[in-house]
Antibody
Framework: QVQLVQSGADVKRPGASVRISCKTSGYTFPNHPIHWVRQAPGQRLEWMGWINAGNGNTEYSQKFRGRVTFAGDTSASTAYMELNSLRSEDTAVYYC??????????WGQGTLVTVSS | QSALTQPASVSGSPGQSITISCTGTSSDVGNYNLVSWYQQHPGKAPKLIIYEVIKRPSGISNRFSGSKSDNTASLTISGLQPEDEADYYCCSFAGSSTHVFGTGTKVTVL
């Protein structure tokens, strides 16, 4: 069965960077893009962007462009998201999600990132 | 990219039907039949319940149905059940490889 398993919760200081992994299984990794979505405490889902797991092409939401980087390792069937220059407003649960054409059919369990001094 | 607009909360009694609206623009909801809906229980990851406006994934109850008119998509839950109490989010493709989510709706079963 399809599974997306994310790395564990993390606490970072303001200004630091965080890298989250999303290990996939149960399907052919290059065949489906991986999108990243975040959710601040008590807030709505927010789309961050995506990576073409086959060729590594990326697309970033304008809000995060310049501060976020997506990467993929086809040999490990794993996607990564790195967010730099963290601030308190980046405290959120970050999700990876597999895309089937234009919708998110499988999601990771989420990774809580807390930014605090 | 502005979030799609949803009512903050909707409630209903068991067995009733409720409808959640999702209003966008002619650049997203109105321009593509690519609206999806997600159910999210507290502390859990979102779950796909409707895609491409009206389609249900395998295993999703037929009590959930979707529709769209112009710039507004809608999710209807028929025969409301206690386990339907959750947050619901719409999402639309918005062109240029981008997506936008709705503001979210909390459904309460009275």
């Amino acid at each position: 069965q399809v599974q997306l398993v994310q790395s564990g919760a993390d606490v970072k200081r303001p200004g630091a960077s965080v890298r989250i992994s999303c290990k996939t299984s149960g399907y052919t990794f290059p065949n489906h893009p991986i999108h990243w979505v975040r959710q601040a405490p008590g807030q709505r889902l927010e789309w961050m962007g995506w990576i073409n797991a086959g060729n590594g092409n990326t697309e970033y939401s304008q809000k995060f462009r310049g501060r976020v980087t997506f990467a993929g390792d086809t040999s490990a069937s794993t996607a990564y998201m790195e967010l730099n220059s963290l601030r308190s407003e980046d405290t959120a649960v970050y999700y990876c999600a597999r895309v089937a054409i234009y919708y998110f059919d499988y999601w990771g369990q989420g990774t809580l990132v807390t930014v605090s001094s | 990219q502005s979030a799609l607009t949803q009512p903050a909360s909707v409630s209903g009694s068991p067995g009733q039907s409720i409808t959640i609206s999702c209003t966008g623009t002619s650049s997203d909801v109105g321009n593509y039949n690519l609206v999806s809906w997600y159910q999210q229980h507290p502390g859990k990851a979102p779950k796909l319940i409707i895609y491409e406006v009206i389609k249900r994934p395998s295993g999703i109850s037929n009590r959930f149905s979707g529709s769209k008119s112009d710039n507004t998509a809608s999710l209807t839950i028929s025969g409301l059940q206690p386990e339907d109490e959750a947050d619901y989010y719409c999402c639309s493709f918005a062109g240029s490889s981008t997506h936008v989510f709705g503001t979210g709706t909390k459904v309460t079963v009275l």
